[in-house]
């Protein structure tokens, strides 16, 4: 086991039981973990060292509960949320299924009904998320878990707490908040006020792979 594996593993004893990784992203490391006074799995998320230097923790921890009040159908809710031992750490429910990327990956192409349907579930989430005011700012495959089927929306509002947190000192991290495949123009070009329209657009573009086989662009930028 590593050092930073053995630090978190103690820092969050009392509260989780860390089992394994389930993988890693741009941001954070996943893990299967049980929440012990719940008795329950979850997918806990450690945020990459390199991007939990340059974020105000505290200020991280407070942008993050706007998710929490998200209540729908279709949006992963968040558990939990904190700091432990220099660690900055945010707690989902844990899916045994597969990310549309997964099935996509497998399928590469989705029927039309089946399409529709599931952007379609997924357009509503998002409608409920803009009408809280909330923008998730990373709409893509990865982000999209599927239980029974049934679409789920992972990292809600994760960016925007990022962002927010970090006060505009991202660029230190060298990480971008959003995919470029399915990235809308005005975060490409790192404008400064992202409306709703920007997960429309990526949650067109994740419409377009399910139904062609490919993103709408391809390039690496």
């Given at each position: 086991?590593?050092?930073?594996?053995e630090r978190l593993t103690a820092a969050l004893a009392e509260r989780y039981r860390i089992e394994r990784e389930l993988g890693q992203g741009g941001m954070a490391t996943v893990y299967l973990a049980e929440d012990l006074k719940h008795g329950r799995k979850v997918a806990l998320k450690v945020l990459k060292p390199e991007l939990a230097a340059v974020l105000g923790a505290d200020r991280f921890v407070v942008e993050i509960k706007t998710t929490a009040a998200l209540q729908h159908p279709h949006i992963l809710p968040l558990f939990d949320s904190g700091t432990a031992d220099g660690f900055l750490f945010y707690v989902m429910p844990f899916i045994d299924g597969e990310t549309l990327r997964d099935k996509l990956d497998r399928e590469t192409q989705l029927g039309v009904d089946d399409a529709v349907k599931l952007a379609s579930d997924v357009a509503d989430a998002l409608h409920y998320a803009h009408e809280q005011g909330v923008i998730h700012r990373d709409i893509k495959p990865?982000?999209?878990?599927?239980a029974n089927g049934r679409?789920?929306?992972?990292?809600f509002g994760i960016a925007l707490a990022l962002s927010a947190a970090a006060g505009g000192r991202m660029t230190e991290t060298g990480l971008s908040l959003g995919t470029p495949h399915y990235m809308s123009p005005e975060q490409a070009t790192a404008e400064k006020e992202i409306t709703r329209r920007s997960d429309v657009y990526s949650l067109a573009s994740v419409l377009y792979e399910m139904l062609s086989g490919s993103p709408p662009h391809v390039g690496s930028s």
């Open positions: 086991m590593s050092s930073a594996m990865e982000n999209i878990l599927l679409p789920m929306v992972a990292d």
